[in-house]
């Protein structure tokens, strides 16, 4: 069976590679990227672990066919800190202890990402439904609902750093 | 010499995990992320009948596939006898883990593999597993406890005979054993009793819901040897129960552990990996499976749906007088629930002087239960906390005030045999009731529920290695996987022993040929018994390097202390010697500074958790939603708190799922009709308030620093908690769990 040959933006890097049609982005990610950070707990969009953000918006990877990723651009666990510097998200995620297998981390942290991308002052209620379309069998949600709330604030003190520096 | 001290510098502290930065960036390797260059891909031909007879299988047609290597049935694998396996947590025998590996002559649940493929692509492997021919002749299934047990019942085994009864019966039944313990003369204590209450319950089959579904690679060379990577609660377990399936050596096999997503018992015995391993020695490639989803929940452990009857009687002052149960759980396909732990904790954490005790172990056509976190447990302390907070009722005695009088505490006798050591029940109860939350006012349609919950820690067999690096900095090696973390704990401990800092010392999981014999990741035995060998690992350290420092200062051994991270000198003669200077010297005092320790702990001690939840009921639509929830938990002493905490709340959010929403539901022919996670709905973020914690710590005697397991007891309370809430809130006992909307609907509109 002849394969796509798909070009598109991964963490800011073009990338190409070929995938059948029935494959899903997140197998494209995974088998043919190398990119095992993105997790695939059920295939069926039910967990989120395999989150990422496509063109700015967040989406389960296994939802999406790879040929879809034509063009766009997408965003995975792989490319969030910066160089050295890890995301504020990724630092409240170690310092609260939001994880603790730590398979749902990638998913909860690019789904956080993507709320916090979009409504930099959540309530607790918000982060709760921001990340209701992923689950966490270990931790209960507590921490993870804390470190979001508190990724919020040191995002806000970095960027009222950078305005006054 | 090392001095007992009560302040720590590490123990208590929450430094950041030490494999946490792996995870935060997905560069952590879990079972799936494994992938080997000439890497074939395995698929299983699973059965679409909860019960049939196998007449023929036909591989003929999948085998002409192009890309096919290889297809392996029940016929490939030895027949083994009934040894009980041991070592993994579930029970059950090698016969019938060889059996629900591959099924023999008959397929005994919806999703019983048949078959295992493996090919180059994995879609070749599907379609090729869809081309095997299996002839069934379809059986009555048996789904409910109340069928099997039946005179009538189709039976699942036409060899399985009742163990535990009176008399040995002559007929083969679905009943796999019966468990009985007693005490007193609770037939005669009724008497002595002002009030009696008898109440009946069931509860469903439930996942232990990991997110990372089973997974696993493997490759055998020629020579029959070879190496297997993935995930599970315990690489030296798996691999034992692997060989022994196959007939193969453990030794041959090196089992490298990948970070786990979760396992709460579900990882604890082998599904996949014997298929991977005889797969790739068939074929000479390395054979990588993995499991969907929908593979997980039908063909993996679930724990037992479960019937049960209580009866207790109390005086006015609330004092127990008697107490009996009845009690069958599900076990599945194959003899084995957790019903022998349901026996010993359903009266667990009350002193009560007479009580009569049975259980029933009961094969049913659904998936053989695997450990479930505190396996057995949470079922029973559903019925007995509900009857208690009954009898609290009625008596009009406060529901933790009437716990408090009828408590265990050190000294009383267990009703499962030995005599509590130093326990924490009394304090955790204690905590409870001057908890904030205990009388925090509630508005309509709400109402809070308290219980309690026993759990008995395992210790098992445990080996640890210390060994410092030339820079001073360490390793602590253990062979326990780290499902939330224990590396950091482990590395606590050293830390405080060595005195150095956490940073400084680099916890690995080490593989099955790096590092001694360890039982699994499970019974909450992790932090207790491998923190045990590390602590004594770095003790005998600290011991032959002030013995090398008392040799260069040609003083007597006891003339030097281990201060600090330094060897110092009793007399202070001589300037201390730091870890530092004496790991880079250590060429010329004798070698490299390493020790390991094993240890094998008995008397390990138990956990106790109480925990007060409020609800609110939506009496339109039946929702149930919790809206504040605190757990009191005796921890022994809590290494790293955030991760103790964290096992509390995710014990207790599983809790909450079980009690409002998770069960297995199966059609008429037994089939699961929900095996995902839309339709199998565990608790997400938005279903739930904080769940507060509260450590109590009463220091576990057998242990260095004071620590009880705390992964299993607090999914145990919030099944009652849940209900005795929901009771508060609408005047309505519910007797079955999930207590989904429907049927608090249903309960509702109950006269
Ligand atoms: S793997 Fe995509 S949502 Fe679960
Ligand atoms: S940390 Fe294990 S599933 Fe979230």
């Known amino acids: 069976m002849s394969r796509t040959y798909v070009t598109c933006v991964v963490n800011g ?55 879809e990723a034509e063009g766009r651009s997408i965003e995975t666990i792989e490319g969030m800190a910066e160089g050295q510097h890890l995301h504020p998200l990724q630092e409240s995620f170690l310092e609260g202890a939001a994880f603790q297998c730590g398979v749902c981390t990638p998913g909860f942290l690019i789904a956080a990402k993507a709320l916090l991308d979009h409504n930099p002052t959540p309530t607790e209620t918000e982060v709760r439904y921001g990340v209701a379309g992923n689950l966490c069998r270990c931790t209960g949600y507590d921490k993870i609902v804390r470190s979001v709330l508190d990724a919020a604030v040191r995002m806000r003190e970095q960027d009222t750093r950078k305005e006054t520096a | 010499m090392t001095a007992t001290r009560t302040a720590y510098k590490w123990v208590g502290t929450r430094p950041v995990r030490h494999d946490g930065l792996d995870k935060v960036t997905g560069r952590a390797r879990f079972g799936a992320d494994f992938a080997t260059a000439g890497m074939l891909h395995g698929a299983v031909l699973r059965s679409p009948h909860a019960h049939a007879r196998i007449r023929s299988i036909d591989v003929s047609e999948a085998l002409a596939v192009s890309g096919v290597k290889a297809i392996i049935t029940g016929a490939d694998l030895p027949e083994l006898d009934d040894n009980q396996v041991e070592g993994g947590e579930g029970n059950a025998t090698y016969r019938d883990l060889s059996r629900n590996i591959l099924a023999r002559d008959k397929v005994l649940y919806e999703g019983h593999a048949v078959a295992a493929v493996a090919a180059t692509t994995l879609r070749v492997a599907e379609q090729a597993a869809q081309l095997i021919r299996v002839e069934y002749q379809v059986l009555a299934p048996v789904l409910t406890i109340e069928e099997a047990m039946a005179d009538d019942a189709p039976l699942l085994h036409d060899d399985l005979f009742t163990s535990g009864l009176d008399s040995p019966p002559k007929e083969p039944s679905n009943i796999a054993a019966r468990h009985v313990t007693s005490r007193g003369d609770p037939d005669a204590a009724w008497e ?46 798996i691999r034992t129960l692997t060989a022994n399936v196959l007939g193969w050596d453990p030794g041959d096999m090196k089992f490298i552990p990948a970070e786990i997503g979760g396992g709460f018992g579900g990882k604890t015995t082998i599904y996949l990996e014997p298929l991977a391993a005889l797969l790739s020695r068939r074929t000479g490639r390395p054979v990588k499976m993995v499991m969907t989803r929908h593979e997980v929940f039908r063909a993996t452990g679930p724990t037992s749906g479960t019937w049960m009857k209580v009866k207790m009687g109390a005086r006015k002052d609330g004092k127990l007088v008697a107490a009996q149960a009845w009690m069958a759980y599900e076990a599945g396909a194959f003899p084995g629930s957790p019903v022998g732990l349901g026996v010993m904790g359903i009266f667990a954490c009350y002193d009560i002087p007479n009580v009569y005790l049975e259980g029933y172990d009961v094969v049913v056509n659904k998936p053989k239960v695997a450990a479930y976190r505190a396996p057995g447990a949470p079922m029973v302390g559903f019925a007995a906390e509900s009857v208690i907070d009954e009898l609290a009722e009625q008596l009009r005695i406060d529901p933790v005030e009437i716990r408090l009088r009828n408590a265990v505490a050190e000294g009383v006798r ?39 919950g026993w759990w008995m820690n395992y210790g098992g067999e445990t080996s640890a290695t210390v060994n410092i690096n030339s820079d001073g900095t360490a390793v602590v090696m253990s062979g326990c996987p780290d499902i939330g973390g224990s590396r950091a704990s482990l590395a606590q401990m050293a830390a405080e022993e060595l005195g150095i800092d956490v940073h400084r010392i680099e916890p690995v999981v080490a593989d099955t040929h790096s590092i001694g014999y360890n039982d699994l990741t499970g019974g909450s035995r992790v932090t207790f018994a491998v923190g045990m060998a590390v602590v004594s690992a770095a003790r005998e350290l600290i011991e032959d390097m002030c013995s090398r420092a008392a040799r260069m200062w040609d003083v007597p051994p006891e003339e030097v202390e281990w201060v600090e991270g330094r060897a110092q000198s009793v007399s202070g003669a001589f300037p201390p010697l730091t870890l530092e200077e004496l790991a880079a010297g250590s060429a010329r005092t004798g070698g490299p500074l390493s020790a390991t320790n094993t240890v094998n702990p008995r008397g390990v001690g138990v956990a106790f958790s109480t925990q007060i939840c409020d609800v609110e009921v939506d009496p339109e639509t039946g929702r149930v939603t919790i809206l504040r929830y605190t757990v009191a938990q005796d921890a022994g002493r809590a290494i790293h708190p955030d991760y103790v905490e964290g096992q509390m709340q995710g014990g207790v959010v599983q809790g909450i799922g079980w009690a409002l929403n998770e069960e297995y539901i ?22 739930l308030p904080m769940i507060d914690t509260v450590i109590v710590e009463v220091p576990n005697p057998e242990h260095p620093y004071g620590v009880r397991g705390v992964g299993e007891v607090g999914i145990v309370p919030p099944l009652g908690a849940v209900a005795n809430a929901v009771y508060a809130a609408t005047g309505k006992r519910i007797q079955e769990l999930p207590m989904s909307p429907v049927k608090v609907l249903e309960a509702l509109s109950s006269g």
Not at chain 2, 202 to 217: D, R, W
Not at chain 2, 421 to 444: C, F, M, N, Q, W
Not at chain 2, 667 to 673: A, K, L, S
Request: negative net charge; glycine residues 12%.
């Open chain 2, 414 to 452: 267990a009703v499962y045999g030995p005599k509590y050591r130093k326990i924490g029940l009394v304090e955790t109860l204690e905590t409870a009731r001057d908890h904030p939350h205990y009388s925090a006012p509630l508005g309509p349609w709400q109402g809070r529920g308290v219980a309690s």
């Open chain 2, 192 to 237: 002595e009793a002002d009030l009696v209450v008898e109440r009946e319950y069931f509860t469903k089959a439930v996942h232990q819901g990991y997110i990372e579904p089973h997974a696993v690679v493997a490759q055998i060379g020629e020579d029959g040897k070879g190496t297997v990577w993935g995930s599970s609660q315990g690489h030296f377990v």
């Open chain 2, 666 to 687: 199966f059609d008429g022919d037994g089939v699961m009709e929900n095996p995902g996670f839309l339709d199998y709905r565990m608790p997400v973020a938005s279903d």
């Open chain 1, 13 to 67: 890097d073009p990338v190409d590679f070929l995938c059948h049609d029935y494959q899903t982005l997140l197998s494209a990610l995974r088998d043919e990227l190398g990119l095992t950070g993105t997790k695939e707990g059920c295939g069926t969009g039910d967990c989120g672990a395999c989150s990422v953000i496509l063109d700015g918006q967040l989406v389960c990877s296994c939802l999406v066919f790879a040929p």
